[in-house]
């Protein structure tokens, strides 16, 4: 960020203090929604031991789609070896898509129809606002891949406290003809609020007094600085008011719950930058590395928004064998390991990436990368997909 800060003449305080953004992860032209998806899905799978004929849906919640008919989830599903009994789809709701997902798999278990199958629901996506654009400091490139099934071992969400919103906002969209999103940045934060405010109210009501008794506050990070304000916006709502600096002993009561049950769990998102659709649930997983032995049992509020605007507000409850399962899916091995880029090598990668849709043949080994999945070109109009 700093690197970022003094090519484009900002002072760094904007993006490490005023957003709360410490690194951005970029992905090269060899790596897309498809590649990165089954990177996530395999180790989910092997990490927690869950044998792939298990599983009886896919949905990939994406908002960087590799195509405007075929779904990322499809290739995932090649690329997994799943049973061709498999519903398998795509969901679309800017960053929503994943929470989309979830819910479903969520319904079809509830509704019988899973036959004690499990769901695999991935969230992937590349977060692209162009250089030199007010969104370029919260950038970010990842996977997040969850296995739903009747009886979790991480998280058990309640379905009685489940809450839905939608508005037809345009705070944040990407057109047909672009790579990159155009948001309407400012906006874009009173928009995420409302349905914050929306959202909870439908899941738990208007009195509902929860804060107290929660052992974290998740929320869709699209920036660092964001979950703070959505935890502003979480705490007013029980408050009764607005909390303004002006007022100290409110304000106090604000840090203080701010830093208890939503700033440790957001190390990652400073880390990657926004991975839209899986930006919630890098924050999970950041919470569930860090306290899963200390929070088991308890219950955890958690947010999702994707622009447009949809969100769901809910309530979910840490396994009490969940710390059982930290080093499965601690990704630090794979944050060490990362390559830093100059702001040259970062630029020719955004140009490269523009071109890569269209390109035959695209080498890994260009881009340092080798031994894993990748895209390596785009032949006779399909996307070619090469283990290096
Ligand atoms: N030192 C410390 N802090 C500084 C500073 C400095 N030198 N200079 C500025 N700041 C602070 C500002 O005071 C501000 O903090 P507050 O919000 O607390 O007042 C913060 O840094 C950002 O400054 P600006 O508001 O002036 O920044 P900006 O207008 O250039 O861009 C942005 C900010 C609008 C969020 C932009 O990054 C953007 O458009 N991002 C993409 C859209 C987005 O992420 N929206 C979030 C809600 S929508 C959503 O969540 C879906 C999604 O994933 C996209």
């Given amino acids: 960020m700093t690197d970022l800060a003094e090519a484009r003449d900002v002072d760094p305080g904007k993006y490490?203090?005023?957003l709360g953004q410490r690194r951005m992860a970029i992905a090269s032209p060899c790596e897309d929604t498809v590649t990165m998806a089954a990177d996530a899905a395999t180790r989910a799978l092997q990490g927690f031991d869950i044998d792939p004929a298990e599983i009886g849906t896919l949905i990939v919640g994406t908002e960087t789609g590799v195509d405007h008919s075929k779904p990322?989830?499809?290739?995932?599903?090649?690329?997994?070896?799943?049973?061709?009994?498999?519903?398998?789809?795509?969901t679309k709701h800017a960053c929503y898509g994943a929470m989309a997902g979830l819910t479903a798999s969520m319904d079809w278990i509830g509704s019988g129809r899973a036959r004690g199958r499990k769901a695999l629901v991935i969230a992937s996506d590349i977060a692209r606002y162009g250089l030199k654009t007010a969104g370029e400091p919260t950038q970010g490139a990842g996977a997040v891949a969850m296995v739903i099934a009747e009886d979790p071992r991480l998280l058990a969400i309640d379905p009685q406290r489940i809450g839905d919103y939608t508005r037809q906002v345009m705070?944040?969209?990407r057109p047909l003809y672009s790579k990159y999103a155009f948001?309407?940045?400012?906006?874009?934060?009173?928009?995420?609020?409302d349905?914050?405010?929306?959202?909870?109210?439908?899941?738990?009501?208007?009195?509902?007094?929860?804060l107290a008794g929660l052992g974290a506050c998740l929320y869709h990070v699209p920036f660092v600085k964001m979950a703070f304000k959505a935890?502003?916006?979480?705490?007013?709502?029980?408050y009764g008011g607005p909390l303004s600096k002006d007022h100290t002993e409110a304000w106090r009561m604000l840090t203080d719950s701010y830093q208890r049950l939503a700033a440790p769990w957001l190390g990652l998102n400073a880390e990657i930058g926004n991975i839209y659709t899986g930006s919630l649930f890098l924050a999970l997983i950041d919470l569930l590395r860090q306290a899963a032995e200390g929070l088991a049992g308890r219950e955890i509020s958690l947010f999702s928004y994707g622009s447009g605007c949809g969100a769901t507000y809910c309530i979910g409850r840490i396994g009490d064998r969940a710390a059982h399962w930290r080093e499965a899916l601690d990704?630090?091995?794979?944050?060490?390991?990362?390559?830093r880029l100059s702001i040259e090598e970062y630029e020719g990668l955004i140009g490269d990436t523009e071109q890569a849709d269209t390109v035959e043949r695209l080498d890994p080994a260009r881009y340092g990368l080798d031994g894993g999945l990748y895209y390596v070109g785009t032949r006779d109009h399909r996307r070619q997909y090469s283990r290096g």
């Fill in 16 to 18: 490490l203090q005023g």
């Fill in 72 to 90: 990322v989830a499809v290739y995932v599903h090649e690329l997994l070896g799943l049973d061709q009994r498999c519903r398998t789809f795509e």
């Fill in 171 to 173: 705070d944040f969209w």
């Fill in 183 to 193: 948001a309407d940045g400012h906006y874009s934060i009173q928009c995420y609020l």
């Fill in 195 to 210: 349905a914050l405010a929306g959202a909870r109210v439908d899941a738990v009501g208007e009195e509902a007094e929860l």
């Fill in 231 to 238: 935890h502003q916006r979480h705490l007013e709502m029980e």
């Fill in 331 to 339: 990704p630090a091995e794979q944050l060490a390991a990362r390559r």
